[in-house]
């Protein structure tokens, strides 16, 4: 399981984003329990947000692609410029 994981991590590069948003979530939720309680929120409405954070960086992982870049090709037409032979023929600021 973990080699597999290890090979397909390339594909989710919004699973670091959506962890960022899990622990703010998780960190609000620790600091807002005592009135999260008062209010009714359940431990498994907070896994339900887990699983949809998780789920939406995922599917936006694999909907959006992360673009490659493309590097320009040298032209091999282009000359190669010359070196300086000695300091006289340097640029001096």
Known sequence: ????LTNIMHLFHYLKVGLAVLLV???TKMLAHHYLTELGFQTTY????????LTISILASLIFPQKKEILPK????????????????????
């Open 46 to 53: 907070s896994l339900y947000v887990i699983l949809g954070i």
């Open 25 to 27: 979530f998780i960190g």
């Open 74 to 93: 040298k032209d091999a037409g282009d000359p190669p410029q010359p070196k300086p032979q000695n300091q006289d023929e340097m640029i001096h600021l």
């Open 1 to 4: 399981m973990f080699f597999f």
